[in-house]
């Protein structure tokens, strides 16, 4: 017997989609930062889910909760959990993890009570051993680890190695050496096998740790208490990945400086001369000194098509400025010669161009911005001549091999900011100086959807990076393996036995302890890679400067100008920059909890998932190619780890064939790729179906695109029903459909349905094997029988109305899947398209039914609103409205909603109201006012004002929230998107001003209402 799960019925999606949208601004210490993937999934919803389908809903126990009310009072307490759990900062909160631990345990204790006759009882329902969790499209790893953090064994499994790597790293790992010392010689916590000799001599009590220049020191408390007594080592305790973290800085550290040391001559300093600070004042304080280089700018450059000026080599910059922050301002400025200067520029017969760097704003500040580019893509401008440069100039000379690249600017450290430079004959000597041995021979898709470079003659992925870039990665990806095998003896040194087992043998000796730590040092090559690549562009923005990243989406684009980084700098694009980060996130969000595993699989044929809770991302159609996007990272992570883990990097490039994607570049047209996607995803679903263990449900993400939003009825759009008819043929029943979103704001509001989810989450049991076929009269019944029960529900979790039709699909295709078919008059199957539109239908019936609560003028004023909005209509028709409402106009007037007067009649805005309004000496108060004056108070003074008005209206209010629900429908139906915003925002707001509310001096609140929040 399988109980319902609290997310077959409710969620606090309010508290997580914001946490969710939080997270997105958390930079360190954030387990996307440890590689990149993409489309990763919010930490705060994986973790919210996979709690919410472990934990039963309180209705599944009437013994228990025998009321409505005290399963609502239960419900709420688990509510109250999730919200604490899904904020970032309780990542590791250990007591907030342990309460929503206990109550999964409390669900599968009572889970084996009930399946103790089970065939399968011992397998199943141990009540000691939770079920482990599995994930088989894994991705970045985003919901393997919350199950980890959540207490259960945890698996991940990805057709892509890049992925299954990071799965590694986040959840097989840290498990497998949680709470060891580190095992570097300048860990403050050397193991005895180390001896005296390794032993670091502390000051007496305590202080830090005296390190090499540049390395920064360790802290440490003062002594005593430690282990070992006076004179022995200060013992710290290392817990969870602590250790390993301490690891993989000291050697990323070690790496950075052994790299420095044998490749450092191709990153000189530049030397600010007197002649260059002649007209920059803002040099002059550095004459003399010697500065680091941040990062060297380059313009590619053709042929000018001008025939004039065919000799010359044309920068196509497609900007000039350096920086644009308000007073830092710094652009390049080409100087055209004849006169040639001395011994400067490329071109023949005295004619060409050099660039110099100034600082202040430009004079010609277009010109500035837009550098030589003309228009959007490969289109440009010959610097000496203005002549057009089009595409087909670019293609033409970048396939001949005529593309060049000139340094354009240096940037440099100076002493507070960026210092901007020009260019000196010397850093570009410097640069063609690299003499790369190795570089990456994989050759790009030619899909110019993903992939721009190989139009341009850059085929490889070796030819996304200059020669000094190579030299910097097959330099660090060397020392991968370097590292590895110093820290295999240190480990031993330290005590750590080395019987020789690998890492991807489960060793836990020597051997894989330095494996695991190379595993970090890999990843660092990896996102290294991500910041060195000619794609990198120089962001010039008004707050920072820095080097942009590779991938700033799921493409890989063609860069016109690029910024190559000193990977020995200390700022942006630096190699130990990416160790850090990796650091932190093993430090801090990593969970060293249950052993668990990553393994390479594909989807369609795994059987990982038996017995286990399933909670997936699949891909979504031809969102991302994470395949062939993978191989940018693939290549570079093959060459530092494959000695590890042989089998994963066997091939030359990721496999792509198997891979759920519908690329018609691949299978040959769009009609075959997509069946070629709904085919697998069908079978892959199908697997889960019949594998997943059956007291849970499986959680399935569903990727939503904007686009897709706003079908003809309002309800729907062929991706996504499409992606519903699939999960039912695979063997599925639907118990929920929630809306998850990761933007916060009313931006999209009353574009349609849907319009802000960024996914939906799914909730799937198998599909009865003896389950009847009804009528679609049987299945309306069933709907308006249960429909308005699932709606309270949800209104109750305060959903917000914009989520409110995506959210009662879930219920709503519950009865539909609970049939074998629905079979409509003419006998044949009722599409899904259909039933959705019957579940829409019916929920705005039941959302109608609600209006009984209202009183009469609030519901004269709905239909009028619903036929009307705000602007006039005839007095005729409000009269005979009334009528049937069973009000009068009179009496609207005199209430405070309505103007009338020449005939016409109109509903007051919520501007126009009287501020000076008070609920408890209006003789005939309406919840059409309550909601209008709340949007009107919230709109001028934010939720404390509102929480005054609260706390005046008592209980009233609440109907003032059920009213914005029927008003938000109404708008949504009529796209009025301004007015169905101010209703969201409203419910959005509603916890937050209830709570405000209850702190609200008595003397304010209206008397007789101070139980009224209990
Ligand atoms: C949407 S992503 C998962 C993202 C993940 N939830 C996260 O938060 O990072 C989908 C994943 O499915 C993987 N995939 C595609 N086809 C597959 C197949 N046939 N078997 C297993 N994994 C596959 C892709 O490599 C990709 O990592």
Redesign the pocket.
């Known amino acids: 017997m399988a109980r319902k799960k609290l997310i077959e019925v409710a969620l606090p999606l309010e508290a997580i989609n914001k946490a969710a949208a939080r997270e997105k601004s958390i930079r360190h210490g954030h387990p996307s930062t440890l590689h990149l993937?993409?489309?990763?999934?919010p930490l705060a919803a994986?973790r919210a889910v996979i709690f919410a389908q472990m934990v039963d809903d309180p209705s599944a126990h009437p013994d228990l909760f025998p009321t409505e009310k005290k399963q609502e009072k239960e419900r709420q307490r688990l509510f109250r959990i999730i919200e604490e759990l899904v904020k970032w900062e309780n990542t590791t909160n250990e007591e907030v993890l342990q309460k929503a631990r206990d109550a999964i345990r409390e669900s599968w204790r009572r889970a084996c009570a009930e399946n103790a006759d089970h065939p399968r009882a011992r397998e199943l329902f141990n009540r000691e051993v939770l079920p482990a969790f599995h994930?088989?499209?894994?991705?970045?790893?985003?919901?393997p680890l919350e199950a980890q953090r959540l207490g259960l064994e945890s698996h991940a499994?990805?057709?892509?190695p890049v992925?299954v790597l990071i799965n590694k790293a986040m959840i097989e790992i840290p498990p497998r050496f949680a709470g060891r010392a580190p095992v570097n010689p300048l860990s403050p916590n050397p193991s005895p096998a180390r001896g005296e000799g390794g032993a670091i001599p502390l000051p007496s009590g305590g202080g830090a740790i005296p390190l090499p220049s540049g390395w920064g020191a360790v802290p440490l408390p003062p002594r005593g208490g430690g282990a070992g007594g006076e004179g022995a080592l200060f013992a710290k305790e290392w817990r969870g990945a602590q250790g390993l973290a301490d690891d993989v800085r000291y050697y990323g550290r070690w790496m950075r400086d052994e790299a420095e040391r044998r490749i450092g001559a191709l990153y000189p300093k530049v030397e600010i001369t007197p002649e260059m600070a002649v007209d920059r004042s803002d040099l002059r304080k550095y004459v003399g000194q010697k500065l680091t280089v941040i990062a060297w700018l380059w313009a590619r450059t053709v042929r000018s098509p001008n025939p004039a000026f065919a000799h010359v080599d044309v920068p196509l910059a497609s900007t000039f400025m350096l920086s644009t922050k308000a007073g830092k301002e710094a652009y390049v400025e080409p100087i055209l010669f004849p006169p040639l200067p001395q011994g400067e520029g490329r071109g023949e017969g005295g004619v060409g161009y050099r660039f110099t760097v100034k600082v202040g704003k430009p004079k010609d500040a277009d010109g500035a911005k837009n550098g030589t580019k003309l228009a959007r893509g490969a289109n440009f401008k010959c610097l000496m001549s203005d002549a057009p440069i089009a595409p087909d100039h670019i293609y033409g000379e970048a396939n001949a091999g005529r593309m060049g690249a000139k340094l354009m600017a240096i940037v440099a450290e100076g002493e507070r900011g960026r210092v901007y430079l020009a260019p000196t004959a010397e850093h570009e000597a410097a640069a063609a100086q690299a003499r790369p041995d190795w570089k990456p021979e994989v050759a790009m898709p030619e899909n110019p959807r993903w992939f721009s470079p190989p139009l341009y003659g850059l085929k490889t992925y070796g030819d996304l990076f200059t020669p000094r870039q190579l030299v910097a990665l097959t330099t660090f990806s060397d020392l991968v393996a370097e590292a590895r095998e110093k820290i295999r003896r240190d480990a031993f040194q330290a005590g750590l036995p080395d019987d020789g087992q690998p890492l991807a043998k489960a060793g836990a000796g020597a051997t894989a302890y330095a494996e695991a730590v190379g595993v970090y040092l890999g990843l660092a090559v990896g996102k290294l890679s991500d910041n060195a690549s000619q794609i990198c562009s120089w962001h010039n923005g008004a707050q920072h400067q820095k080097i942009r990243a590779t991938f700033g989406r799921q493409a890989l684009p063609m860069t016109w100008d690029f910024a190559e980084g000193n990977v020995f700098s200390v700022s942006t694009g630096n190699f130990m920059r990416q160790v850090d980060l990796i650091v932190e996130v093993v430090e801090k969000a990593l969970c060293a909890g249950k052993t668990s595993n990553a393994e390479q699989?594909?989807?369609?044929t795994q059987s990982v998932s038996t017995g286990k809770v399933v909670s997936t991302?699949?891909?979504?159609y031809d969102n991302?190619g994470?395949?062939d996007l993978s191989d940018f990272f693939y290549v570079w992570l093959r060459r530092s780890l494959r000695p590890v883990f042989p089998e994963l990097f066997a091939t030359m490039a990721v496999p792509k064939a198997?891979?759920?994607?519908a690329t018609p570049y691949r299978h040959g047209s769009k009609e075959k790729a997509e069946t070629f996607f709904l085919d697998?995803m069908t079978e892959?679903m199908h697997r889960l179906a019949e594998q997943a263990h059956p007291a849970f449900p499986v959680t399935i993400?569903y990727?939503f695109k904007q686009s897709e939003s706003g079908g003809e009825d309002g309800t729907t759009n062929t991706g996504w029903d499409t992606f519903l008819a699939a999960v039912i043929e695979a063997g599925f029943a639907i118990s929920g459909t929630w809306p998850m979103r990761t933007e916060l704001g009313n931006r999209m509001i009353g574009s349609g349905t849907n319009a802000l989810a960024s996914s939906i989450v799914l909730v799937c049991r198998k599909h009865s094997a003896n389950a009847p076929t009804a009528t679609r009269r049987d299945f309306l019944n069933a709907l308006k029988t249960e429909l308005p029960a699932a709606l309270a529900h949800l209104q109750a979790g305060n959903i917000a109305p914009v989520d409110l039709a995506q959210a009662a699909i879930g219920p709503g295709m519950a009865v539909y899947t609970r049939y074998a078919r629905v079979l409509d008059a003419e006998g044949q199957p009722l599409p899904v398209r259909q039933a959705l539109a019957l579940i829409n239908q019916t929920l705005d019936e039941a959302l109608a039914e609600q209006e009984g609560d209202f009183d009469a003028d609030t519901r004269w004023a709905l239909a009028w609103f619903e036929q009307m909005g705000f602007p006039e209509g005839e007095f005729g028709v409000a009269e005979q409205l009334s009528k049937a409402k069973n009000t009068a106009v009179g009496g609207l007037v005199e209430a405070g909603l309505i103007a009338s007067g020449k005939g016409k009649v109109r509903l007051l805005k919520p501007a126009e109201l009287p501020a000076d309004w008070d609920p408890a000496n209006d003789p005939r108060l309406t919840v059409w006012e309550m909601v209008h004056h709340l949007v009107r108070v919230l709109e001028a003074g934010g939720e404390s004002a509102a929480a005054v008005l609260v706390a005046q209206l008592g209980s009233q209010a609440e109907t003032a929230r059920e009213l914005c629900y029927r008003l938000y429908t109404i708008c949504e139906r009529k796209k009025r998107a301004s007015e169905a915003m101010a209703y969201n925002a409203l419910v959005q707001s509603w916890p937050e001003i209830v709570r405000l509310a209850r702190e609200v001096p008595q003397a304010a609140a209206t008397p007789g209402t101070d139980d009224l929040f209990a």
């Open positions: 993937w993409w489309a990763r999934r994986a994930d088989p499209f894994a991705g970045g790893g985003a919901l499994s990805d057709l892509n992925a699989a594909d989807a369609q991302d699949p891909p979504y991302i994470y395949a198997e891979e759920l994607v697998g892959a993400y990727a």
